[in-house]
């Protein structure tokens, strides 16, 4: 498989700070390059199990700035930002369906639906939502825009 240039890069970052990440217990959520060959904006978007702070961010962004001066994987000036994904964070992939399971999320499908329930099941082509005291089935390929959901 050919790479872009950007997949290439986000694959490299995505090495060099897994074990930055994962001795402390932290998942990259998301990484996010934009920017163009003279700068480029890192976005490393972390996580835990129960929740990251912001000094947090702020210690883990001075720790990834030193691995990434250390191994110098882009030839050009850059910002690094670290954060939370926040409380309505998109949800994308499987990994990002099983974090949220059991937690309330919006859905809504290719169809224009919207259904806001509690996550009960994942599986690889589907999701089950208890909205209502009913469980539904989502297919996956039909959800067009899916979040973890809060009321005020």
Do not use: W
Request: hydrophobic letters at 35%; charged letters at 25%; glycine letters at 6%.
């Amino acid at each position: 498989m050919n790479r872009t240039p950007a997949q290439s890069l986000e694959v490299t970052l995505e090495q060099l700070v897994q074990p930055v990440l994962g001795e402390k217990g932290i998942e990259l959520v998301e990484l996010n390059i934009s920017g163009n060959a003279r700068r480029y904006v890192l976005r490393f978007f972390v996580d835990r199990p129960d929740g990251i702070s912001v000094g947090e961010c702020a210690q883990l962004s001075r720790e990834l700035a030193d691995v990434l001066d250390t191994h110098d994987p882009i030839d050009t000036s850059y910002t690094l930002e670290v954060s939370s994904p926040g409380l309505t964070r998109p949800i994308k992939t499987r990994k990002d369906f099983e974090r949220a399971s059991g937690k309330a999320i919006r859905v809504i499908t290719r169809s224009g639906h919207d259904h806001v329930g509690k996550l009960i099941d994942v599986s690889d082509e589907a999701i089950e939502l208890e909205v209502e005291g009913e469980t539904m089935s989502v297919v996956l390929t039909n959800i067009t825009k899916a979040n973890l959901h809060f009321q005020i």
